[in-house]
């Protein structure tokens, strides 16, 4: 069955740097677009950045571009955020989630939590 | 500010038929899919249904999904206590080039 399991998070200082993973498994990784998409505490969902399937192509949401990078490899079925100068509204749990055309996101990971405090 | 509009809240009783409306722009639900996602107390997002009525397996029919324009709905009928959940919908949006997402609806049975 299709897997994504997140992991990377913690609690770290404003300006600090994470780097997120997701590791998926039962299906053929290559063949999706991916996302990250968070959540603040006690907000509502946030698309945060998408990659396509190969790799080439990655879009931000204004609010954490030329902050955070996306980036995957194929070879080993794994999804990446690196966060770097964190804010304290970057507080949140981050999700990653398989792309699947009209039928939007449809595997979501459980998420890896995110605190930017000092 | 969501880029999509949703009712902060609503209610129903057990039994009773409840909609949950999202309100875009012709950019993203006028152009796109829209897809339903719902999010148990403590859990993470999964997917519902979208508005061509294309649910996982699993999800029962008493949920069903539409759009008309540049808005969509989500209508649950039969209530039971275990829908009480967040629900969130969800497009592409072709001037933004990415997803956006409404600001989600609680939704209590009472």
């Known amino acids: 069955q299709v897997q994504l399991v997140e992991s990377g998070g913690g609690l770290d200082w404003p300006g600090g740097s994470l780097r997120l993973s997701c590791a998926a498994s039962g299906f053929n990784f290559p063949d999706f677009y991916l996302s990250w998409i968070r959540q603040a505490p006690g907000k509502g969902l946030e698309w945060v950045a998408f990659?396509?399937?190969?790799?080439?192509?990655?879009k931000y949401a204004d609010s954490v571009r030329d902050r955070f990078i996306i980036s995957r490899d194929n070879a080993k079925n794994s999804l990446y955020l690196q966060i770097s100068g964190l804010r304290d509204e970057d507080t949140a749990v981050y999700y990653c989630a398989r792309e699947a055309g009209d039928l939007g996101f449809d595997y979501w990971g459980q998420g890896t939590p995110v605190t930017v405090s000092s | 500010q969501s880029v999509l509009t949703q009712p902060p809240s609503t209610s129903g009783t057990p039994g009773q038929r409840v909609t949950i409306s999202c309100s875009g722009s012709?950019?993203?639900?006028?152009?796109?899919?829209v897809n339903w996602y719902q999010q148990l107390p403590g859990t993470a997002p999964k997917r519902l249904i979208n508005n061509k009525n294309q649910r996982p397996s699993g999800v029962p029919d008493r949920f069903s999904g539409s759009k008309s324009g540049t808005s969509a709905s989500l209508a649950i009928s039969g209530l039971q206590s275990e829908d009480e959940a967040d629900y969130y919908c969800?497009?592409?949006?072709?001037?933004?080039?990415?997803?956006?997402f409404g600001g989600g609806t609680k939704l209590t049975v009472l």
């Open positions: 969800a497009a592409w949006d072709d001037s933004l080039n990415h997803w956006v």
């Open positions: 012709s950019s993203n639900i006028g152009r796109n899919a």
């Open positions: 990659i396509t399937s190969s790799g080439s192509f990655t």
